[in-house]
């Protein structure tokens, strides 16, 4: 648990802003990311030198030497305290790790995903003439958070409505995924973000904190823990799953979305697939659900939501380039990965500009999940998240088209790197 | 860069409060544990403000201070959105509640109200700097603890403060509880090498821009060169534009080099005035320091007034002069030398070495005739310099809500709340007042960065707020030790802000805003000031009175830390010492502050 949060900016006034800015401003752009990636590609091994990985097999390389490479490097973006995604191998992290597959386990995302875009999607004006709508706060927001709530059993409704007595307060509960946001957001790039909003995820956590231990008994006997069960690590993981999964999640979507209305044809193929099957049938039929998985992991390529990654070097090693000559790393320093290089990658990903959904991965299936890590430290609820984010999909494609909402202002709007808005209306 | 400081002391008014003079002792209860829960307040108190001329009931005010760096929305809405509903409670006669209204409902009204009336300081200054609420708790605990440590090791290593130094330090490294303080505690750019950055920031850039200008004009003249020498002919056209480049260069290179020139000058002359010439001659700073007194002088006496006129009779010109030869000397050279050569005797140089000598010797001669009037006319001297009693019309008296206020926190930090209103009109004043306190912020933030306010110590927070559409303001302060002496602190160390913010106010009479509080029965001014920062506050019985009459008692307090700056200080000073290299430096702040 991080003790002593705060820090004053050390750096000069407006310095933070402008490489926070500047930070943010690369992660919105894929396009550029891609190109400087390719850019890299062509002399990996002067890249190397820099701590820069660009290369889909030294991507992979450093990936699976979590010992040389570690994850602690997200440990200054964790405000809300330690958790797996941050340690380095050993006895915590296994028994976490162990807890958080059993959690897992009991999820069936499908079903209460699925339910949720229906009810959603009823709810959603659907004339020319309406209004437009939050694909964040009124669709994917709810869809994701119904579908993996479940991982708290029984106290899922304390948990997210922070009482004793869970009344079903849905202005609770958005209070709850809100907090979520702003903890996660700092994951993405905590340590350089400013100071206001360094500040309010610290208050966020702080708030998410209290929450669980308010709830402590509850989550304690909703996971079958025994009361020798030390409370510090109920806490620690309760925390680590409320927030590290939703907030991510929804991004992806977002962000899934956002490129699926950049590839138009792509999309009224779908849509049109999607009116062909029908509404009812179209959240079970399998080749379809299948298509759209396809699409979500590949818009997912062109639009990871981590482009880049980065890695501690705990102590002096060698970082594979990928190219004639590999580089030395020293200890103490760090290296970052150019995920969204690797996953473009023409050695690895054959004919990897083209939009291509059904391209046959081959021996490289893993490669094909690499946005979300890859070896023994990719994340474990991957195949969950892809899954939400396919029913969500398939929901919006029984929709008229849509459009971004350019009318009423901006229709995206960004909190740091994260979209915390992405108006939606009917074309 | 100042709405950092800001954004850390704000104060929610709510209008027309009808909750009554006593909060509950639930409410007490549930707002001590709603921030002792968030973890980020320093300090908050509550009180209530009289109502204003016309309206009948008074306004609740909260007052907050937080941590750095958090957005007003940010705080509120954690504090709204806290399960025990501390808030909700304390605000409950604002909302519209229904039994059907869902809690969710009540904090997004509640919000909305919070966020409409709050206000964040105009002016601020924050003592115990880069320190959360939590940093200086465990700061605390370790102080607390090496004390006790440092008892036992005294017996084995109480001869040797090397060896002492280096078991504590042993001991606290060993101590799991204490591995956070394994870092250095944490300085914010101003705190840790800011100011001299931002010199060299400065010195570079004007250098860069002469070099800049210099090359502009340097490649335009080559390039006009090198056209004639390529085409063995001179275009006219091209030269043209090359010349034009030229001159524009070389016009502010000459004005960039003037100006800075003059600047030198200026900085020389008042250096040599303020600084040099004090030190060389005790005369010299006795009668600057008289100068001063005299214009601070709370007192009328002829001395004053007569100092008063001589400083508009002879500075004013003086500093209109230095400007006027600043601009025309930077921008009008020739004239300038003109100007200045029409005034210097002509003839050779040993007859203006002899004038020169001559005026010195008038001026010693005029300052002999005085000292000798001085002593021979003991009697006129008495009167000229003499004192009258401040017109003080009563012996103070401290309304006893004040005193109660004041005694509930006689263990703790002290706390101020002083409402004024702005002089008409009230446009203008604020905008001053506003003015003043942004700079006082300013020089808060970048300057005094060591818990001083000029030479006042023992502030933690304080923060002003002109409120009420300009109309009032309000001032709230949290600080060591008792009133008087935190009044004297201002009055001797940081007499010039305090004047310059509070000038602008004065007390107009005021119904209580609860039977049982103060109010003001007859109206009354701030001490008169001489040439914004002078005087004022150095009127001490007045301005105490004043200051006195103005405030306001809490109904409700909490301190998070209850420590002193120089508590604070010391735990700090301890756990860089202790963590730190093992030095003689690092070994003698260890046993200073275990000894103290």
């Not at chain 1, 892809?386 to 459009?403: H, K, Q, W």
Request: net charge positive; aromatic share 10%.
């Amino acid at each position: 648990m991080k003790r002593l949060a705060y820090k004053p900016d050390a750096l000069p006034p407006g310095a933070r802003r402008l490489l926070y800015g500047g930070y943010c401003w690369l992660n919105r752009h894929a396009a550029l990311l891609r190109t400087i990636g390719a850019l890299l590609r062509r002399w990996p091994s002067i890249a190397g030198r820099f701590g820069l990985v660009v290369r889909a097999r030294a991507v992979k390389s450093v990936l699976t030497r979590p010992r040389s490479f570690s994850n602690t490097s997200h440990a200054p973006n964790l405000v809300a305290g330690d958790y797996l995604i941050a340690m380095d191998p050993g006895p915590v992290y296994h028994d976490d790790r162990a807890l958080l597959d059993k959690r897992l386990k009991v999820l069936t995302v499908q079903v209460h995903a699925d339910c949720e875009a229906r009810q959603r999607l009823a709810g959603l004006p659907q004339s020319r003439n309406s209004v437009s709508f939050d694909l964040i706060d009124d669709y994917l927001m709810w869809i994701v958070h119904r579908a993996i709530e479940p991982v708290f059993g029984t106290a899922a409704g304390n948990v997210a409505e922070g009482s004793q007595v869970a009344v079903g307060d849905p202005g609770l509960q958005r209070q709850y995924l809100l907090e979520t946001r702003y903890v996660a957001g700092q994951l993405l790039a905590g340590s350089i973000s400013t100071l206001d909003v360094q500040r309010r995820a610290e208050a966020c956590a702080g708030a998410l904190r209290a929450r669980i231990k308010g709830v402590i008994g509850h989550i304690r006997s909703a996971w079958g823990l025994p009361p020798s069960y030390p409370s510090a690590d109920i806490e620690r993981n309760a925390v680590g799953l409320a927030w590290i999964a939703h907030a991510v999640t929804v991004q992806s979507g977002a962000l899934v979305v956002q490129e699926l209305l950049r590839h138009p044809e792509v999309y009224r193929a779908l849509r049109s697939k999607a009116a062909a099957i029908g509404a009812p049938n179209v959240w079970n039929h399998v080749d379809f659900r299948k298509s759209v998985h396809n699409h979500v992991l590949e818009l997912m390529r062109f639009r990871p939501i981590f482009p880049l990654l980065v890695r501690d070097v705990p102590r002096d090693t060698v970082l594979e380039t990928g190219g004639q000559k590999d580089a030395p790393c020293a200890g103490g320093k760090s290296v970052v990965m150019l995920s969204i290089a690797a996953l473009f990658d023409p050695a690895a990903v054959a004919d990897s500009r083209r939009f291509c959904p059904h391209r046959d991965w081959g021996t490289d299936e893993d490669l094909r999940w690499l946005m979300f890590g890859y070896g023994d430290r990719r994340c474990p609820a991957r195949k969950y998240a892809v899954d939400i984010l396919t029913s969500a999909l398939i929901g919006l494609l029984t929709l008229p088209e849509l459009r971004l909402a350019h009318g009423d202002g901006k229709a995206i709007k960004y909190t740091g790197p994260l979209m915390s808005r992405m108006r939606m209306r009917f074309a | 860069m100042v709405k950092i400081v800001r954004q850390q002391m704000i104060c929610i008014i709510a209008p027309d409060w009808r909750g009554g003079v006593q909060l509950s002792k639930s409410d007490h209860y549930a707002l001590h544990r709603l921030f002792l829960d968030v973890g980020v307040v320093h300090f908050a108190s509550i009180a209530l403000l009289p109502p204003m001329a016309g309206a009948q009931l008074p306004s609740l005010m909260l007052e907050l201070v937080v941590e750095e760096g958090l957005r007003p929305y940010d705080l509120l809405s954690r504090l709204v959105n806290h399960p025990r509903g501390a808030l909700r409670s304390l605000y409950r006669g604002y909302l519209s509640s229904h039994a059907s209204q869902k809690a969710s409902e009540l904090n997004r009204q509640l919000l909305e109200r919070l966020m409409s009336w709050q206000h964040i300081a105009d002016g601020g200054f924050v003592g115990a700097r880069d320190r959360s609420v939590q940093q200086i708790k465990e700061e605390k605990k370790l102080l607390e603890q090496a004390r006790i440590e440092a008892r036992v090791l005294k017996a084995t290593h109480g001869k040797d403060r090397a060896s002492f130094a280096l078991a504590l330090a042993r001991w606290a490294f060993g101590d799991s509880r204490f591995e956070w303080a394994a870092e250095a505690a944490p300085r914010s750019y101003w705190r840790e090498k800011g100011a001299s950055i931002i010199a060299k920031v400065v010195a570079a850039v004007i250098v860069l821009w002469l070099a800049l200008l210099w090359l502009i004009g340097f490649l335009a003249r080559s390039a006009a060169c090198f056209d004639t020498w390529l085409w063995n002919r001179s275009n006219p056209a091209v030269q043209s534009v090359f010349g034009a480049v030229s001159d524009a260069s070389g016009w502010l290179l000459g004005v960039s080099c003037r100006f800075v020139l003059a600047l030198i000058v200026v900085s020389f002359a008042l250096w040599v005035f303020f600084v040099a010439l004090p030190a060389l001659f005790a005369f010299f700073r006795r009668w600057l320091d008289s100068l001063v007194r005299e214009l601070d002088r709370p007192t009328e006496t002829w001395s004053s007034l007569s100092t008063y006129l001589a400083v508009w009779l002879v500075g004013l010109p003086l500093v209109l002069a230095g400007l006027w030869s600043v601009v025309t000397y930077t921008f009008w050279p020739q004239y300038f030398k003109d100007v200045v050569a029409q005034w210097i005797p002509a003839g050779p140089g040993w007859k203006q070495l002899l004038i020169g000598g001559l005026a010195i010797l008038v001026l010693i001669g005029i300052g002999a005739i005085f000292y000798r009037f001085n002593s021979l006319l003991q009697k006129f001297s008495a009167w000229f310099y003499h004192p009258h009693e401040d017109d003080i019309e009563r012996a103070q008296q401290v309304h006893p809500s004040i005193e109660e206020s004041e005694a509930r926190l006689v263990r703790g930090t002290a706390h101020m709340i002083s409402l004024t209103d702005m002089r008409s009109p009230h446009g203008w004043s604020a905008w001053w007042t506003c003015r003043s306190l942004r700079i006082v912020t300013f020089l808060g933030r970048v300057l005094f960065t060591e818990s001083r306010l000029g030479n006042a110590p023992g502030i933690h927070f304080g923060h002003w707020h002109i409120i009420d559409n300009g109309r009032r303001l309000l001032f709230c302060s949290n600080y060591d030790g008792d009133f008087g002496g935190y009044l004297d602190d201002f009055i001797n160390g940081a007499s010039i802000g305090t004047t310059l913010f509070w000038r602008w106010t004065k007390l107009k009479p005021r119904a209580p805003a609860a039977p049982d509080q103060p109010g003001v029965a007859k109206p009354r001014a701030f001490p008169p000031t001489r040439f914004l920062v002078f005087r004022g506050v150095k009127c001490e019985l007045k301005f105490k009175t004043y200051a006195r009459d103005s405030m306001l008692p809490h109904l409700y307090r909490f301190d998070a830390c209850r420590l002193t700056i120089d508590e604070i200080n010391r735990a700090t000073v301890l756990r860089n010492a202790l963590f730190g290299e093992r030095n003689h430096g690092n070994d003698d702040l260890i046993m200073r502050v275990i000894e103290s």
